[in-house]
C-alpha cells in the first residue's frame, strides 16, 4: 500500500489525512504539538471563497506604505521584523496578480471548495455549526461600499452569489448593528463552521480511516532518496513513498533544509472570545473598515481578524486589542460589557501573493507541499486535500491547477 507521511496537523494536513486515508492510502500524520492547535483553530470559522481577493490588490506602493505604518490600519507591517525585501516581493506579487487576473481562477474553484468540505462535514457526528448564507459584510464608509458593488458583481461573474443589501434591510435583518451603517453584502454562496469543533469532526474521521496520528513529535528532517525519510525529534524514523508538507507558516524554515526556499511569512491575527447569555447575533459579521469578523457561536461571539506582519512573535499587545474592541463595538453596541473569556494570536501562513503553494517541489515528485493558504485556509482547506489526492492518482497535478505551482516562487529565487 501507498504510504504517505503528512508533516503537520492543521487544518490542511489533517483534512488531506482524511481524504488521503479514505482513498485507500497508509496515512501517517506528524504534528509538533496538538493537531489544529494553531491558526487552525483559532480563526473566524468563515469559509468564504466569494471573500477571496488578495488584499491589498488595488494599492500603489505609496498607499501601501501609508496604509500598514499607520496605527489605525488593521494590516501593520514592521519594516524592521520583515526586512524592506520582503515587503517589497509582497508588493511586487501583487501587482504581478493584478496584472494577471489570476486569483480570480482560484475564486472560481470555490463551489468545489464548499462542496468537498460539506462531503466531509456530512460524515462527521459531531455538530460543528455549519450554516450557509448567513454571512453580512457591513460598511460605514461610502467610498468602500461602492468598491464592494462593483466586486459584488465580479464574484457573480464567477459562478457565486452575492446580494447587495440597503441599511433598512440589514438593520431589519440584524437589528444588533449600530445605526451608523450604510449598507452591505449577504454572501448566499458561502457558509461558516466552528473551526474548533470542525478540527475535532476531522481528527475522528481520521481515526476512523486508521491514520497514524503522532502529535507532541516535530519533524526535524526530511531526506529523499527514491522514498521519503523523516526523522522526529525524539529520534523515531519513518520511511514513506510521499511526504506532504503541512507546517503552515513554519514551510520556509522545514522546507529549506531541502535547499528550496519558499516565502511564506507569519501574518499574526487575534481572536477574542465573547461570552453571550443571549443570541445577540443572527448573522456572521464582517466589520469591513476594520477586518474583524463577528461570529456569533452556540456559547460565545468570537471576534477574530486583522493582520500583523511582525514576524513569530505570539504577543497580545494591549493597544491593539484594546483597538480592536472600541472598533467592534462601535458597530455592534450591545457587545460592551458583555465578559471576554479568551484572547488567543495565531499565525496565517502568507504567501506574496496570497495563493497557496500546492503542488510537489521540483525535480521530486515524492515531496508535495501544501502551504500559504494565508487569510483562507479555512475555506480552501478541502480543495486542498482533493487537488492532492488527484495528484497522487497520475503522479501530475490536474489540469488548470498552475496557478499553486511552488515554482513560480522558486524561479525568481534562482
Ligand atoms: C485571526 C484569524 C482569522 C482567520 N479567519 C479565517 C477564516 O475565517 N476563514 C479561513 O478560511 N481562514 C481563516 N484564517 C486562516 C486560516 O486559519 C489558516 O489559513 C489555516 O489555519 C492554515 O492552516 P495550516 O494547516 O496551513 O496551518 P496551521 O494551522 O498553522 O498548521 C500547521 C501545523 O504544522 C505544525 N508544524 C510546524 N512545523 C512542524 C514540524 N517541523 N513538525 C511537525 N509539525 C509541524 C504546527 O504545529 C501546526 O499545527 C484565519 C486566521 C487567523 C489567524
Redesign the pocket.
Known amino acids: 500500500m501507498t504510504h504517505i507521511l503528512i508533516?503537520?496537523?492543521?487544518?490542511?494536513?489533517?483534512s488531506t489525512a482524511v481524504v488521503l486515508a479514505k482513498e485507500g492510502y497508509e496515512v501517517s500524520l506528524?504534528?509538533?504539538?496538538?493537531?489544529?492547535?494553531?491558526?487552525?483553530?483559532?480563526?473566524?470559522?468563515?469559509?468564504?471563497p466569494s471573500m477571496y481577493n488578495p488584499y491589498p490588490l488595488s494599492l500603489d506602493f505609496i498607499d501601501l506604505i501609508k496604509k500598514i505604518i499607520s496605527p489605525k490600519s488593521p494590516v501593520r507591517i514592521s519594516i524592521r521584523k520583515m526586512g524592506c525585501s520582503a515587503i517589497k516581493s509582497i508588493f511586487n506579487a501583487r501587482q504581478r496578480l493584478k496584472k494577471s487576473g489570476s486569483w480570480r481562477k482560484l475564486r472560481r474553484l470555490g463551489i468545489f471548495a464548499i462542496e468537498y468540505m460539506e462531503e466531509l462535514i456530512k460524515e462527521m457526528d459531531i455538530d460543528v455549526e455549519y450554516s450557509k448564507g448567513e454571512i453580512l459584510e457591513v460598511y460605514k464608509s461610502r467610498k468602500l461600499f461602492e468598491e464592494a458593488k462593483w466586486y459584488a458583481k465580479e464574484v457573480e461573474i464567477d459562478g457565486l452569489e452575492i446580494e447587495l443589501l440597503t441599511k433598512d434591510e440589514i438593520l431589519t435583518i440584524e437589528p444588533s448593528l449600530s445605526k451608523n451603517i450604510i449598507g452591505g453584502l449577504r454572501y448566499v454562496y458561502d457558509g461558516s463552521i466552528n473551526?474548533r469543533k470542525y478540527i475535532q469532526g476531522l481528527r475522528i474521521l481520521a481515526e476512523k480511516y486508521n491514520v497514524d496520528i503522532h502529535e507532541n513529535?516535530?519533524?526535524?528532517s526530511i531526506k529523499t532518496d527514491e522514498a521519503v525519510n523523516v526523522k522526529l525529534n525524539n529520534g523515531e524514523k519513518y520511511r514513506g513513498d510521499y511526504v506532504v508538507i503541512?507546517?503552515?507558516?513554519?514551510?520556509s524554515?522545514?522546507i529549506s533544509k531541502l535547499g528550496i526556499n519558499l516565502p511564506i511569512y507569519p501574518?499574526?491575527?487575534?481572536?477574542i472570545d465573547i461570552k453571550v447569555d443571549t443570541h445577540i447575533l443572527k448573522h456572521q459579521l464582517m466589520l469591513e473598515e476594520i477586518k474583524v469578523?463577528a461570529n456569533p457561536y452556540k456559547e460565545i461571539i468570537r471576534l477574530?481578524?486583522?493582520m500583523d506582519f511582525v514576524g513569530f512573535n505570539p504577543k497580545l499587545p494591549k493597544k491593539r486589542i484594546h483597538g480592536i474592541l472600541q472598533d467592534v463595538y462601535t458597530y455592534i453596541p450591545k457587545l460592551l460589557g458583555h465578559r471576554i473569556i479568551e484572547i488567543k494570536?495565531?499565525?496565517?501562513?502568507c504567501t506574496p501573493d496570497e495563493i497557496p503553494i500546492i503542488g510537489p517541489i521540483p525535480k521530486n515528485k515524492k515531496v508535495i507541499i501544501?502551504?500559504?493558504?494565508?487569510?483562507?485556509?479555512?475555506?480552501?482547506?478541502a480543495l486542498t486535500s482533493y487537488i492532492i489526492k488527484d495528484y497522487l492518482s497520475e503522479e501530475e497535478m490536474p489540469s488548470d491547477m498552475d496557478i499553486f505551482s511552488p515554482t513560480r516562487f522558486l524561479e525568481q529565487h534562482r
Open positions: 508533516v503537520g496537523g492543521g487544518v490542511i494536513g489533517l506528524f504534528e509538533r504539538d496538538n493537531v489544529g492547535a494553531h491558526a487552525s483553530s483559532n480563526n473566524a470559522g468563515l469559509v468564504v473551526p513529535q516535530e519533524v526535524i503541512a507546517t503552515g507558516p513554519w514551510t524554515s522545514i501574518a499574526r491575527g487575534y481572536v469578523v477574530a481578524g486583522v494570536s495565531a499565525f496565517r501562513p501544501a502551504a500559504g493558504h494565508c487569510r483562507f485556509g479555512l475555506t480552501f482547506s
